[in-house]
Structure formats: structure tokens, C-alpha cells
């Protein structure tokens, strides 16, 4: 995946084969579970989300698909690119206090779904 920013489009993301074949995306999951990740955002992304929101979504993605059944900021990196006052962009990589942030807010909210969802199924 490359992302990037031009005056003519403004932020974009493609992705690449091995053939040379790109395509660009607002979004997209690559890689095992791909198509599951995929089902999600096309429920939950929103081009209008903020940043912070995204990597919810992003993070979201990854703990569903993931074959870990113990998520950790060791395995899961996040980064943004924004482009700053001055017009320059600017990757920022995400620490592991803040991954962990996120990883454990969407368990929390994963976990509250699972509870909707016995208990309205009645299986508890």
C-alpha cells in the first residue's frame, strides 16, 4: 500500500501486485481475511470520520481478522499522514501506549456487541 497527497486529488491510497497492476482505494484491507476486513468497512467507514476514528475502524478490522487471540501493540502498527501548515506531509507512526488505547477501547466495544447480541438472542 502507498498513500499520498497532491494538489490534484488530495490524499490518496493504491494498492500494487507483483504484476504491476494498481488500483486506488478511500479505503481498503489487504492481506489473510481480507474480505471480512472489506465486509467492515464498507459498514463502518466514512469519509467524513476523523482520523482517530478511521484508526478505530482500522483497529477494528485487525482484531477481527487476526488469527492472534491476544491483540498487542507488538503486532500491530498504525500510522497516519497528514499534511501540516506548511504543506509538508507528515508520517507519524502511532506508539505502543497509543495502540494499546485503541485496542483496548474496541475490545471493550466488541465485547459490549457480543452482550447485545446474547442477550437478545436470549443465549446467555
Not at 486529488?9 to 494498492?15: C, T
Not at 501493540?73 to 495502540?99: C, F, N, Q, W
Amino acid at each position: 500500500l502507498f498513500a499520498g497527497w497532491d494538489v490534484n486529488f488530495g490524499f490518496q491510497l493504491y494498492q500494487t501486485d507483483p504484476s504491476g497492476n494498481y488500483s486506488g482505494w478511500k479505503a481498503t484491507v489487504i492481506g489473510q481475511n481480507n474480505q471480512a476486513g472489506k465486509s467492515i468497512l464498507k459498514t463502518d467507514y466514512k469519509p467524513e470520520n476523523t482520523v482517530e476514528q478511521n484508526l478505530k475502524v482500522a483497529v477494528k478490522i485487525l482484531l477481527k481478522t487476526m488469527d492472534s487471540t491476544t491483540p498487542s501493540p507488538e503486532r500491530i502498527e498504525l500510522s497516519t499522514l497528514k499534511r501540516a501548515e506548511d504543506g509538508t506531509m507528515v508520517h507519524y507512526t502511532l506508539s505502543d501506549a497509543e495502540v494499546l488505547k485503541f485496542i483496548d477501547e474496541i475490545q471493550k466495544e466488541i465485547e459490549e456487541e457480543q452482550k447485545k447480541e446474547q442477550s437478545s438472542t436470549g443465549d446467555i
